[in-house]
């Protein structure tokens, strides 16, 4: 099973999200727009720590680790949306999104605690966190004249974890919730 622990964002936050993938969409032009594979708004979310395949069995200990992440006092999240990015770069991207500010550094605490908690359950990951909301993917071997002017303005707050199932398709990865957890 290919899994992945995220913040998952309202309806509400999505569809203020999918307004500015639009604006990006319509920037971008035709061309460009149809090199990538745009995230549909059911799928926006922050990801936190991406497990990859793993074993049922292995679901159960994960699912015991977020449900210990109350203790950890975070509480609410509250982040701020903020302009278009890419990675690796702007000027060439594979991955189009939205940053994303955390003015108390919450989203790093998080981090922190669930890469120590996955990490005792023989998951590791690399690189530095970054967050964000994924807004589209440049298709392979195309490339894209990206808009490096675009913001979003606005604010919403993350109050629950989740541990999601990720199944692979032609169209796409279809998300599934296998558990929830405050903050």
């Known amino acids: 099973m290919r899994a992945f622990i995220s913040l998952n964002i309202s309806r509400e936050t999505a569809a203020v999200i999918k307004e500015f993938q639009d604006t990006v ?3 971008l032009g035709y061309a460009d727009s149809h090199n990538v594979r745009w995230e549909t ?3 926006f979310h922050i990801t936190i720590f991406f497990i990859g395949d793993t074993e049922e069995t292995e679901i159960e200990n994960i699912k015991n680790c977020l449900a210990d992440i109350k203790e950890e006092g975070i509480g609410t999240i509250n982040l ?3 302009r278009l990015s890419g990675f690796p770069d702007i000027k060439r991207p594979n991955v189009l ?6 003015n108390e550094n919450k989203l790093q605490r998080l981090n922190k605690f669930i890469k120590d908690c996955v990490k005792s359950l023989g998951f590791e990951h690399s690189g530095k966190y970054h967050a964000h909301i994924t807004l589209g993917r440049v298709k392979r071997n195309c490339r894209i004249k990206m808009p490096t002017d675009l913001s979003l303005a606005g604010s919403f707050e993350i109050r629950n974890i989740s541990l999601m199932k990720s ?3 032609k169209e796409g990865a279809i998300h599934e919730c ?4 405050e903050l």
């Open 167 to 169: 199944t692979l398709n």
């Open 41 to 43: 708004p059911d799928k």
């Open 178 to 181: 296998l558990f929830n957890a």
């Open 80 to 82: 701020e949306l903020g």
């Open 25 to 27: 969409k319509h920037s």
């Open 97 to 102: 999104f939205v940053e994303l500010k955390d």
